[in-house]
């Protein structure tokens, strides 16, 4: 988290810049006590206060002295050295759409890499939060070989929206338009700060849906094999959730900025878990808050910036026991992998890989399905309505998830483990807030793609958005009218 007292720490202004601590990439935060072992200093101290976030908002230290400014300049200079091809993204031309594949691979297993070797190989972090073990040969191609999948499906999003810009499905600012003038250059510097502030609400409200016991099951399940993190694990993740955790590029659908906005946001998405991952208390993004989520599953769902986990309940400090988890899901805590254990499922060998229960057989089959469908729809070898495939793809996981769970039936509850919540509460607010910032960007991604020219739902948006500004002049004018002929 951004420490905003890191000026009257260590009296320098740079202190924390880049997401650094006193300077170096291989630190531990500066509220951690060392005289602890790794993980049992208590965040508290470092968390849950709004006053701090909001002047970091105020400041835009959220973004120069945090790791937001590194992951900014990485996406710069991809979008810089790889400008989109629009006339082959037109026709989802496969080498346009290789190009884009191995760039994102590159990036992401240069960043993920640079972390596992630094730490695992090289020795530079002194605090591991686990010290008995390290990764093992078969957990790193378990967690790379999703982590791929990820790579692989950020790449569909992202080929999606230039054939989306290239076709008029989508509009957009030109790179020559977006610092024309200081109006378009304020907007596009508004988007850019914007993007990190989206992600951690995103993250929180999307990560605490997919814990909902008809998605945990069969989705997330999957990711939280990795009780004891290492960095390649950040993008470990059923498809699944790979599709709701990239629904975060939603306001790219909705609003008339540069593809940029897009890319930044992907490239956001893509190597951010890396770090947070990384298992050690000593390191750039040092993460113990999502550690301690790993450790005990029911608490910490979003990130350590704007403190939502502490305002419905479910932060928890430290490890061991803590004192400030309120949520009710009880002590529970994973150590070790198992096929009975209530939230894991599967284990983390490449044979693991392949689903071994009927059930989870069946899910993965519904869901892949619908994923090849659209992506069948979208470059022409199938015709089937826009509306009804993007449905599917959008909350088709979700019914499949409640249908499966039936039909085998399940000792847990369909909401746990929020089922000692109220449906009309916390758990139904949670649902409504995921509906429209995850499912519906969803919906209207795979809608944008398959629909007409001039369908999408960002026309609609644009002709209100005109529409309210007109009106918005027009009374204007009409009071400025009245008021002259007052002083007449």
Same mark, same amino acid.
């Given at each position: 988290?951004?420490?905003? &007292?890191?000026?009257?720490?260590?009296?320098?202004?740079?202190?924390?810049?880049?997401?650094?601590?006193?300077?170096?990439?291989?630190?531990?935060?500066?509220?951690?006590?060392?005289?602890?072992?790794?993980?049992?200093?208590?965040?508290?101290?470092?968390?849950?206060? #709004?006053?701090?976030?909001?002047? /970091?908002?105020?400041?835009?230290?959220? @973004?120069?002295?945090?790791?937001?400014?590194? #992951?900014?300049?990485?996406?710069?200079?991809? *979008?810089? =050295?790889?400008?989109?091809?629009?006339?082959?993204?037109?026709?989802?031309?496969?080498?346009?759409?290789?190009?884009?594949?191995?760039?994102?691979?590159?990036?992401?297993?240069?960043?993920?890499?640079?972390?596992?070797?630094?730490?695992?190989? #090289?020795?530079?972090?002194?605090?591991?939060?686990?010290?008995?073990?390290?990764?093992?040969?078969?957990?790193?191609?378990? &967690?790379?070989?999703?982590?791929?999948?990820?790579?692989?499906?950020? !790449?569909?999003?992202?080929?999606?929206?230039?054939?989306?810009?290239?076709?008029?499905?989508?509009?957009?600012? /030109?790179?020559?338009?977006?610092? $024309?003038? +200081?109006?378009?250059?304020?907007?596009?510097?508004?988007?850019?700060?914007?993007?990190?502030?989206?992600?951690?609400?995103?993250?929180?409200?999307?990560?605490?849906?997919?814990?909902?016991? @008809?998605?945990?099951?069969?989705?997330?399940?999957?990711?939280?094999? &990795?009780?004891?993190?290492?960095?390649?694990?950040?993008?470990?993740?059923?498809?699944?959730?790979?599709?709701?955790?990239?629904?975060?590029?939603?306001? /790219?659908?909705? =609003?008339?900025?540069?593809?940029?906005?897009?890319? +930044?946001?992907?490239?956001?998405?893509?190597?951010?878990?890396?770090?947070?991952?990384?298992?050690?208390?000593?390191?750039?993004?040092?993460?113990?808050?999502?550690?301690?989520?790993?450790?005990?599953?029911?608490? &910490?769902?979003? !990130?350590?910036?704007?403190?939502?986990?502490?305002?419905?309940?479910?932060?928890?400090?430290?490890?061991?026991? $803590?004192?400030?988890?309120?949520?009710?899901?009880?002590?529970?805590?994973?150590?070790?992998?198992?096929?009975?254990?209530?939230?894991?499922?599967?284990?983390?060998?490449?044979?693991?890989?392949?689903?071994?229960?009927?059930?989870?057989?069946? *899910?993965? !089959?519904?869901? *892949?399905? !619908?994923?090849?469908?659209?992506?069948?729809?979208?470059?022409?070898?199938?015709?089937?309505?826009?509306?009804?495939?993007?449905?599917?793809?959008?909350?088709?996981?979700?019914?499949?998830?409640?249908?499966?769970?039936?039909? @085998?039936?399940?000792?847990? /509850?369909?909401?746990?483990? @929020?089922?000692?919540?109220?449906?009309?509460?916390?758990?139904?607010?949670?649902?409504?807030?995921?509906?429209?910032?995850?499912?519906?960007?969803?919906?209207?991604?795979?809608?944008?793609?398959?629909?007409?020219?001039?369908?999408?739902?960002?026309?609609?948006?644009?002709?209100?958005?005109?529409?309210?500004?007109?009106?918005?002049?027009?009374?204007?004018?009409?009071?400025?009218?009245?008021? $002259?002929?007052?002083?007449?």
């Amino acid at each position: 988290p951004l420490d905003i &007292n890191h000026t009257t720490r260590h009296g320098t202004m740079m202190e924390g810049f880049g997401g650094t601590v006193k300077g170096s990439f291989f630190e531990a935060p500066l509220w951690v006590d060392k005289s602890l072992k790794p993980g049992h200093t208590s965040q508290a101290v470092a968390y849950g206060r #709004w006053l701090p976030i909001l002047q /970091s908002y105020v400041t835009l230290g959220y @973004f120069f002295f945090s790791p937001n400014l590194v #992951w900014f300049l990485i996406a710069a200079t991809v *979008y810089i =050295l790889f400008p989109y091809d629009m006339k082959a993204a037109a026709t989802f031309e496969p080498r346009f759409c290789l190009q884009r594949l191995l760039i994102n691979t590159f990036v992401t297993f240069a960043y993920f890499g640079f972390w596992n070797v630094s730490l695992y190989v #090289w020795g530079f972090g002194q605090r591991k939060f686990n010290p008995n073990g390290n990764p093992t040969l078969g957990r790193q191609l378990h &967690n790379m070989f999703y982590s791929v999948c990820g790579v692989a499906q950020w !790449t569909v999003w992202e080929v999606c929206f230039v054939y989306a810009y290239a076709t008029g499905r989508l509009g957009y600012v /030109s790179d020559a338009d977006a610092f $024309s003038c +200081w109006q378009e250059g304020a907007r596009t510097i508004a988007a850019i700060l914007f993007v990190p502030l989206w992600r951690d609400f995103h993250f929180y409200f999307a990560h605490r849906f997919l814990h909902m016991r @008809f998605l945990y099951k069969y989705v997330h399940s999957l990711h939280h094999r &990795n009780t004891d993190v290492e960095p390649f694990s950040g993008l470990c993740m059923h498809p699944v959730e790979h599709l709701y955790y990239f629904s975060c590029v939603g306001p /790219s659908l909705y =609003l008339h900025a540069t593809p940029f906005m897009m890319l +930044w946001n992907g490239i956001h998405l893509l190597i951010s878990p890396a770090a947070s991952h990384s298992g050690w208390e000593d390191n750039f993004q040092s993460d113990q808050f999502h550690f301690l989520h790993h450790a005990h599953f029911e608490c &910490n769902y979003g !990130t350590s910036g704007p403190p939502l986990d502490k305002l419905f309940g479910t932060f928890r400090e430290r490890l061991g026991k $803590s004192k400030e988890y309120k949520g009710e899901a009880g002590e529970t805590k994973a150590e070790k992998v198992s096929a009975s254990n209530d939230f894991l499922s599967g284990g983390l060998a490449v044979k693991d890989m392949v689903p071994t229960s009927l059930q989870s057989t069946v *899910y993965n !089959t519904l869901a *892949y399905a !619908t994923f090849a469908a659209f992506c069948a729809a979208a470059v022409g070898k199938i015709n089937v309505d826009p509306v009804v495939l993007a449905t599917a793809l959008a909350i088709g996981p979700v019914l499949f998830g409640l249908v499966v769970l039936t039909v @085998f039936g399940d000792h847990q /509850s369909y909401l746990w483990p @929020f089922h000692k919540e109220r449906l009309i509460g916390a758990t139904g607010f949670h649902l409504i807030v995921a509906t429209f910032m995850v499912l519906l960007p969803t919906y209207h991604f795979a809608a944008t793609v398959l629909k007409s020219p001039g369908d999408a739902v960002y026309f609609d948006v644009m002709r209100l958005t005109a529409g309210f500004v007109g009106n918005v002049l027009e009374t204007a004018e009409i009071a400025g009218g009245n008021a $002259s002929r007052v002083d007449l």
